[in-house]
């Protein structure tokens, strides 16, 4: 195993590859799917048609290509991943459309200064919650200009937490001296199975272990709503997210000057539906905020825990060196806690608890689960901000 501190980048480039294609085989599915997104987030198509419009790190530049057939007055790209720009020139090339050519930036997001500001700005599966990241999340916020629109993603630890597990899985049965290919195809024969569960997934299985379970960046990515909110500021005001958890039953009237309180709002609605995170298949009722804040709690030792794991495997302990005994009791008591709404769960967990016990676990163990394999966070979860404008 290596471990990478230079982010997505460094990994992408030392294997040429921008693992973030998306099944364009239907193109006006791919618009659709797009399209619900952006509804979802309160951005019909119009509100970027005619406007200035930035995507950094488009990977494939797949979904930029919605984004271009709007007809924005410009569409400025940012991408720095040799692979990820040749990707973006062959689908501008490949896709006949009408549409607003955009202007690619070959840089990092570190390296770019605009000249004007943007009505809106979308940066998505991205930035996490490194120093850093955090960093270039306060200056994507201040390319917004007043009343525009800021896009970008989070990744609630409850959501997270069963990518964490397959994450260790795989650390687990990946060795040091398996080449980058043996790796994939080790990987996709373990979740395959897994993935194989999920309809609507539009990326392939090669792509998705790449981006996910190979990348010593990815225990990286988990970025709870409260890091960004602080990050942002509160000029920056929730507008809508993707899957969609917010009610907001106050009555507009009421709502001027300091009582906006839209972040607020959204948030207690984020806390009291986190159990909804961790298994994108089910919709439960809302919890109590202590109940769930208890256990984003568990998850976010456990992310720590995994992260712990990682460093120790990283520097060529053995899995029983780097002390799995800490993510076990985390497992079984996130498993204890979920029980209280489904017994799901509890089986899930429990069988994930097992494989990383076990003395031994291998592709067939992974392949073979029976309850875990179906288990998939809402993990990544879109969200869109306003920025205020200044009191008139
Ligand atoms: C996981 S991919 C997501 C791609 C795309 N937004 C999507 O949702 O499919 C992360 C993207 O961030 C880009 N990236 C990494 N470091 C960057 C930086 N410093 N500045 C701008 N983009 C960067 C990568 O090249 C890659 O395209």
New binding site residues.
Partial sequence: MSRSDG???DY?KEFGI?P?RYDLSDLGAHFDRRSSLYNQLGLPEIAFRGCRVLE?????GH?SLYLAQSCPTFLDL????PA?IKDILETYKKYNLQRTEPVLHKK???EFEPTSLYDVVIC???LGALPEERQLIKKLATFVTPGGVMVMTIVPLSGFMPNILRKLMANRIISGDMNFEAKTELLVRAFGPHLSTIKGMTRSHVDWVR?CMINPHYLNVALPLDVVLKDVGAKMELLGSSPSFNTDWRWFKSLSGDAWKFNENFYSNYVSHSHNFVDYRYLYPARTATKNEHIDGLCNQLHDAALKMERHLCEGHSWAQANPSQVLKLVEEIAKELLEISPHFSDALTEAGEALAADSLDVTNIANQKYFNALFGRETVYVSFTRRKDPV
């Fill in positions: 982010g997505h980048l992408y921008s973030v950094v790190a488009p990977g494939s979904n940012v991408e720095p991943n990820g990092k997001l570190q998505e599966n991205w981006d």
